[in-house]
């Protein structure tokens, strides 16, 4: 007995309610992604609003902090819905562009910081927090775009084994700023005076570079 309740579904309604689950989470990521990207650009951090929208209004209290939305269900699942419908679920669609988007929109935080003769170190690979799945994961594009504009980016993780990869000591030590890219719970402690770019939050100090 895998549950205590069973809600009895056809078989497509059943997979429907799978896609939904998924694609309901997808586009309320993509919700706070929007959201921080269009305070980030006018120079507003968006975790001050949020800490008052969802202060005592309980209305509010579903709207998460942003971060890399990825993984191997979420935007899949929103893509096979819009597939089932014809490819007439635009909200899924729409949210696919503004999540898979969002390495630019942190790009367009640090470019003003002169990336051509700096180190980057990206902290965590894997597509969310205390988890060694690496499977679509937005740090590796993130990764990609760093690469083109920047001299050199390091890349570290707390669960995720590969030989490319250094050692947190050593990214901190060698890298001119960081990228928070996946929340571990380590990086909760960091404690570094280099600038560090926290969309996640993880440190506390608001989504703007720090």
């Given at each position: 007995m895998l549950s205590k309740t069973?809600?009895?579904l056809a078989p497509t309604e059943a997979e429907l309610a799978k896609l939904?689950?998924?694609?309901?989470r997808y586009v309320t990521f993509?919700?706070?992604?929007?959201f921080y990207s269009l305070c980030a650009r006018n120079g507003i951090d968006y975790y001050r609003v949020h800490s008052a929208v969802v202060k005592d209004y309980p209305r509010m209290?579903?709207?998460p902090g942003a971060g890399f939305a990825a993984g191997p269900c979420l935007f899949k699942d929103t893509m096979q819905l819009a597939a089932f419908f014809e490819n007439e679920f635009s909200l899924g669609q729409s949210a696919m562009l503004v999540n898979e988007g969002f390495p630019r929109i942190l790009m367009q935080q640090l470019r003003p910081l002169g990336l051509r003769d700096k180190r980057v170190g990206l902290?965590?690979?894997a597509f969310k927090g205390d988890n060694d799945d690496t499977r679509e994961s937005l740090a590796f594009k993130m990764k990609k775009?760093?690469?083109l504009e920047c001299k050199e980016v390091l890349c570290t993780d707390e669960f995720v084994r590969n030989?490319?990869?250094v050692p947190l000591e050593a990214v901190l030590e060698k890298a001119d700023l960081l990228v928070i890219s996946?929340?571990?719970s380590r990086y909760k402690a960091l404690t570094t005076s280099k600038p560090v770019l926290d969309a996640w939050n993880l440190l506390g100090r608001g989504g703007l570079l720090a």
């Amino acid at each position: 007995m895998l549950s205590k309740t069973i809600v009895p579904l056809a078989p497509t309604e059943a997979e429907l309610a799978k896609l939904m689950c998924n694609a309901w989470r997808y586009v309320t990521f993509a919700a706070a992604n929007q959201f921080y990207s269009l305070c980030a650009r006018n120079g507003i951090d968006y975790y001050r609003v949020h800490s008052a929208v969802v202060k005592d209004y309980p209305r509010m209290r579903g709207l998460p902090g942003a971060g890399f939305a990825a993984g191997p269900c979420l935007f899949k699942d929103t893509m096979q819905l819009a597939a089932f419908f014809e490819n007439e679920f635009s909200l899924g669609q729409s949210a696919m562009l503004v999540n898979e988007g969002f390495p630019r929109i942190l790009m367009q935080q640090l470019r003003p910081l002169g990336l051509r003769d700096k180190r980057v170190g990206l902290l965590g690979m894997a597509f969310k927090g205390d988890n060694d799945d690496t499977r679509e994961s937005l740090a590796f594009k993130m990764k990609k775009l760093l690469e083109l504009e920047c001299k050199e980016v390091l890349c570290t993780d707390e669960f995720v084994r590969n030989e490319a990869f250094v050692p947190l000591e050593a990214v901190l030590e060698k890298a001119d700023l960081l990228v928070i890219s996946a929340p571990h719970s380590r990086y909760k402690a960091l404690t570094t005076s280099k600038p560090v770019l926290d969309a996640w939050n993880l440190l506390g100090r608001g989504g703007l570079l720090a």
